[in-house]
């Protein structure tokens, strides 16, 4: 059977919120804060049952979740050590014949910022988030992207780089997303460093049309 490498993320040090953040979401082994930690993204999505196999039996690494969507597959895995984290992924890369550079290269759909939100907004968004809670008067920055795995190495580098809420990362699926809040100084730090983050990555597909 043939797999398509959508997305392969690593993270060389979950950030402290980022790791809180996938306590409130992920159903597997959940990581702490400045492990390293390995997104694959693949199609079909339930063959990644057969990759996250290959992986901790390869390793020590700890599955934090493993995702079968309508159409794709997610795996996240984590450890202490970055090279065991590198040692899984490329455990999984052989089996399946490819490279990280096989990957989609991901694109950029929406990035915005909205400036001091409204009570009433911050309400709506509050109610679905899963990370921190936004208050008036503060900014959001929102980030869509895909492949969908994506959106876990924006958050991540977003976080390194200015003090900002962590609202939401949504990193399987057709497309990812990713919510963040602070003061405008702030936003205006993190924002960049998530979209430059997504632009580094190298790869040699083109996303599909």
Known sequence: MSIELRSYVFLDSLQP??????????KGFLPVRHQA????????GIAINRLTDIAVKATSVKPGMQIVERLYGLLELHHDEQGEVRRAGDTILKEIGLEEHNRIKPEILSSTVIRHLDDRQTQLINRTRHGNMIVAGQSLYTLEVQPAANAALAANEAEKAARIKVLEIVSFGSLGRVYLAG????????????ENAIKSLGSTRVPPA
């Open 17 to 26: 919120q980022h790791a809180a953040f996938l306590g409130t979401v992920a």
């Open 37 to 44: 930690s390995l997104f694959i993204e693949i199609s079909p």
């Open 183 to 194: 003061e405008d100084r702030d936003i205006d730090v993190a924002w960049p460093a998530a």
